[in-house]
Structures are given as structure tokens and as C-alpha cells.
């Protein structure tokens, strides 16, 4: 199996993937004698920022999902690691003139 097949292979496994940067935030509440306005503010909250139609948007993430969403985020990270090697081999076997002859 040649690293290309290989690569897109590992990229086909990575279906929980998300796209975004990852926010921890705290945060303080309207009630006047929470003690988050003394300091010990809420949170944190987390929250994934993905970008769309040319705007941030954070979604919030409940804690029982932040281990699965934060695997999400390490697998886009991982895909894009993956485009960037099969970018090389491909831009290698275009300068090798075989481009065209693997599949």
C-alpha cells in the first residue's frame, strides 16, 4: 500500500471531526449576591468556535460532550496534517510525471 492510499485511509476514519477553535470561558450571573461577583465566577463553560458565513460563531458545548467534542477538534488537527502529506506525495508525483498514473 503506497503512503497515499495509506493517508486517505486515516482520513476516512476520522468522521467525528470539528472544525473550530476550542474556549473555555467563566462567566458571572444576574443574581446581585451570587458570589460569582466576588470573584468566583461560573464556569468554565466551554464552547467551540466555528466560523460561518463569515462570521464566529460559539457554540456551547455541555460538559458530558466536551471529551468527545475535544476528540473532534484533535481529529480536524490530525486531517489537516493528513492534506498537508498527501499535498507532498501528490506535488512529488506531479515533479515525477507519474501523477496521472495512481490511484
Not at 91 to 103: D, G, H, N, P, S
Given at each position: 500500500m503506497?503512503?497515499?492510499?495509506r493517508l486517505?485511509?486515516?482520513?476516512?476514519?476520522?468522521?467525528k471531526l470539528l472544525h473550530g477553535s476550542w474556549v473555555e470561558r467563566y462567566s458571572t450571573c444576574s443574581r446581585k449576591n451570587c458570589k460569582c461577583h466576588q470573584?468566583?465566577?461560573?464556569?468554565?463553560r466551554c464552547y467551540?468556535?466555528?466560523?460561518?458565513?463569515?462570521r464566529q460563531r460559539q457554540k456551547y458545548i455541555p460538559n458530558s460532550?466536551?471529551?468527545t467534542a475535544l476528540d473532534g477538534v484533535k481529529q480536524h488537527q490530525r486531517a489537516l496534517?493528513?492534506?498537508?502529506?498527501?499535498?507532498r506525495v501528490n506535488?512529488?508525483?506531479?515533479?515525477?510525471?507519474?501523477?496521472?498514473?495512481?490511484?
Open positions: 503506497n503512503e497515499r492510499t486517505l485511509g486515516e482520513l476516512h476514519s476520522l468522521s470573584g468566583e465566577r461560573h464556569g468554565p467551540l468556535v466555528v466560523n460561518k458565513n463569515g460532550q466536551v471529551a496534517e493528513i492534506i498537508d502529506k498527501i499535498t506535488l512529488e508525483l506531479i515533479k515525477a510525471r507519474t501523477y496521472e498514473k495512481v490511484e
